[in-house]
């Protein structure tokens, strides 16, 4: 359920014609539902409210402040993976003991700076990287509280790109060796044992890898406890998929209830890395159509979004679906929407049945919020475009469109060239 409906053959978000914001902010731009944003968190959320949980907002998948806040104001965390996402979730108002920090590189600059902030705990991925938390911790004179991130070897059934939890990814430490790594943490000075943890993959539409993860984990916790390491924390990550086009992912209250059938297990606090389920269909990305062309082979709708806007069909070749932003009696043909960038995997959708747009038309790559923005970048020296929140019959813009300025801040050219 989102908020990015038809009125009078007009795109709207919530209450807002979507053509509206075009003309007064130009194109083209990231734009989200605050209703949407903010039913999907509670729809996951109260999923859970049975049991005691946390809802770690995984901020890699959208991180603008103000969608940071939003979470933080319905009393949500956030799963960080580098200094960068501390700093954003600090300035947003994250509370720091709603903080889990994961990522298979931490450097030793953002383990102090996390200990400094005294964020919840690491999900902490190798044997070095344990040694090095351990060490710097010692240095602060702080404790640090971790989570081994374990590689359950179990196959998610996603895209190859983003399954994490096989044995063949460089994710976790494998689960057949995780008693060990927990027997060298409880034995060291700055760390404390705090719980376990696991991110099988993303986009997954079923079940059942992830009650198998829990399984996996809860023996795990069975077999610590018995060797008297306390954990007080289950982590299960993120990765409950979306509708892009025709799956069918389960809807969050049937994932938690999945979870919660399996769950019984005493005094642990489950905490939750949901991304893309949350802000994936709260965002779409409006575009201009800038030229049509027709070769031998094919049609082309050129619009002025590109891959560096949104780079996940080139990427991962997904799908997002393409709308216009005002409805009108047209034909239909088969083309590929295309952008300005000069690679021919700069598509946003190929081989697509779509209206027969006109230059100038307005149309909407859907289901966009998540992993669109955040992996945007400056290719081709485009600046980087505009993130606006729609709210009601109002809308805020929350980044600015990146200058020219912008483009070239930090750079130098040295004086001997001058
Ligand atoms: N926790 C950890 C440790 C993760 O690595 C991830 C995603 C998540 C949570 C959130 O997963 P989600 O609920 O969003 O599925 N760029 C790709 C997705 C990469 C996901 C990476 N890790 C895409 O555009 O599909």
Redesign the pocket.
């Known amino acids: 359920m989102h908020h990015f409906q038809y009125r009078n053959n007009e795109l709207h978000c919530e209450d807002v014609p979507v053509s509206r914001i075009a003309m007064e902010i130009g194109t083209p731009f990231y734009l989200y539902s605050y209703a949407t944003l903010k039913q999907h968190f509670r729809a996951f959320d109260d999923a859970f409210s049975d049991v005691p949980h946390l809802t770690c907002f995984?901020m890699?998948?959208n991180s603008n402040l103000a969608i940071l806040k939003l979470f933080a104001l319905e009393g949500g965390g956030v799963?960080i993976?580098s200094g960068g996402e501390l700093y954003r979730a600090l300035k947003a108002g994250v509370e720091p003991k709603k903080i889990v920090y994961?990522g298979v590189g931490k450097t030793a600059e953002d383990m102090e700076y996390a200990l400094r902030s005294q964020i919840l705990l690491f999900?902490v991925e190798s044997s070095q990287e344990i040694r090095l938390l351990d060490e710097i911790a010692g240095r602060m004179g702080k404790k640090a509280a971790v989570s081994i991130r374990v590689n359950p070897d179990i196959d998610p059934q996603t895209h190859p790109y983003?399954s994490?939890g096989l044995k063949e990814n460089k994710f976790g430490i494998d689960i057949r060796h995780a008693l060990e790594e927990y027997a060298r943490v409880s034995g060291l000075r700055n760390l404390t044992v705090s719980g376990v943890s696991c991110?099988i993959g993303?986009?997954l539409t079923r079940l059942s890898p992830f009650v198998d993860a829990l399984n996996k984990l809860k023996d795990l916790i069975g077999q610590l406890r018995k060797i008297g390491i306390g954990v007080s924390y289950l982590d299960l990550?993120?990765?409950?998929g979306i509708t892009y086009n025709q799956e069918d992912p389960p809807h969050p209250r049937e994932y938690a209830k999945a979870i919660k059938d399996e769950l019984h297990i005493r005094d642990v606090t489950v905490i939750l890395?949901?991304?893309?389920?949350i802000v994936g269909n709260a965002g779409i990305l409006v575009a201009k159509v800038l030229y049509k062309k027709t070769t031998a082979e094919k049609g082309f709708v050129i619009v002025d979004a590109a891959m560096n806007d949104l780079i996940?069909p080139s990427l991962?070749g997904?799908f997002h679906g393409i709308e216009p932003v005002r409805i009108k009696t047209r034909a239909k043909i088969k083309a590929d929407v295309v952008g300005p960038i000069c690679e021919s995997s700069d598509f946003l959708a190929k081989d697509r049945v779509m209206d027969a747009f006109e230059t100038g038309d307005l149309l909407a790559v859907m289901s966009a919020g998540?992993?669109g923005f955040s992996?945007s970048s400056n290719y081709n020296s485009r600046p980087r475009i505009t993130e606006v929140l729609g709210k009601g019959d109002t809308y805020h813009v929350i980044r600015a469109r990146e200058s020219y300025e912008d483009l070239v801040r930090g750079e130098t050219i040295p004086d001997f060239m001058r």
């Open positions: 995984a890699k998948s799963d993976v994961s999900n983003i994490t991110h993303s986009q990550g993120g990765g409950l890395e949901p991304g893309r389920v996940r991962y997904s998540a992993y992996m």
